[in-house]
């Protein structure tokens, strides 16, 4: 139902660079850490998989089962340490409410 608390498995994304760590390709480097001090300080501590807090905005319930179709569930996670791994920033677009928003299904 909308408005439960979750817990919901995220996994950093491989980064475009491919492992390489190449500063200038920005694409998904989020971080997620515990304090501020471990998203800016070095090395950088930060969790890439984790079961993480979240509240649930939306269900949908398939209509047909028998078609193969999933429910899906539109979450936010309720965690705002999110750090730019590379350049140690907080990242400020989790003032932006669908920054935090995804589905699963």
């Given amino acids: 139902r909308a408005g439960d608390r979750v817990e919901t498995f995220y996994r950093m994304p491989f980064g475009e660079d491919n492992g390489r760590e190449r500063v200038d390709l920005v694409g998904d480097r989020w971080l997620l850490c515990p304090s ?9 501590i930060g969790w ?17 089962t028998a078609a193969g179709q999933e429910a899906t569930v539109k979450f936010k ?7 730019d791994w590379a350049s140690g920033q907080h990242i400020e677009s989790t003032t932006d409410p669908a920054a935090l928003t995804q589905v699963a299904g």
């Fill in 48 to 64: 890439t998989e984790r079961w993480l807090p979240a509240t649930v905005l939306e269900l949908s319930l398939p209509s047909d």
């Fill in 77 to 83: 996670w309720e965690l705002r340490q999110w750090y």
């Fill in 36 to 44: 501020p001090v471990l998203g800016t300080n070095r090395p950088r």
